[in-house]
Each structure stands twice: as C-alpha cells, then as structure tokens.
C-alpha cells in the first residue's frame, strides 16, 4: 500500500466512523453476521468500495480531460483495487476508460524494453 492509498482509505474509514446516517437494522445485522463469519469480508467490502471510487475518478477525469494521465498502481493492495473496479461490473464506458489507460501505460513501459530481458 503506498502512502497516498494509505490516506485515501483513512480518510474513508473517518468518514465512515463519523457518519450519523441512519442504517437498516436488518442490512446493519447481515453485515455483522458476515464479517463474525469471515473477518475478510469488512476488508472486501472497504476494497470494493475505493474500487468503485477509483474508476469514478479515473471516469470523471476522462469526461472532463481528453487526455487523462494513467493511474498508477503501486502494491499489491492498489492492484488489487483495481481488479476489484474492473471486475465490479462498472458499465462500458468506465471499463473502456480503465483499459484504455491501462493498455497506455503497459505501451509506454515497455516501448523501449527488449523482449530479451524479460526472462
């Protein structure tokens, strides 16, 4: 995890320790029976979470810019993110975007690389 995902996911757990909205007693019990069940699932549940955020930044961003930067991902927690943002199913054109930026950034990495390094 790199120090800006670090930041991110404390500013989003603050806000989720600070909110005041009511909940629905029986979502709020489902939950907890999950989380008893398998303590990874507060961990998925906050992991699908910054992933639908990430690719509505990178989405914002390619609707306003014609020309976004690609997202760097670093670690494999960020990794990971992204898998989740990809695989969440977040319409054509957040996909497209993501993919679009991924396959930039794979093509500028390796422009100058020779295959024979890459044993």
């Known amino acids: 995890m790199t120090a800006q995902e ?5 500013q989003f757990l603050r806000e989720l320790s600070t909110s005041r909205e009511p909940v629905d007693p029986a979502v709020r019990e489902l939950v907890a029976q999950a989380v008893t069940q398998n303590p990874n699932v507060g961990y998925r549940l906050v992991q699908e979470v910054m992933g639908l955020r990430m690719a509505l930044r990178a989405q914002t961003r390619a609707v306003s810019t014609p020309a976004p930067a690609p997202a760097e991902v670093a670690g494999s927690w960020g990794a990971s993110v992204l898998k989740v943002a990809v695989a969440a199913g977040l319409g054509a054109a957040a996909g497209t975007v993501l993919a679009d ?3 930039s950034w794979l093509a500028s990495s390796t422009e100058d690389a020779d295959p024979g390094d890459w044993a």
Do not use: G, V
């Open 6 to 10: 670090r930041d991110e996911l404390m």
């Open 101 to 103: 930026q991924a396959a």
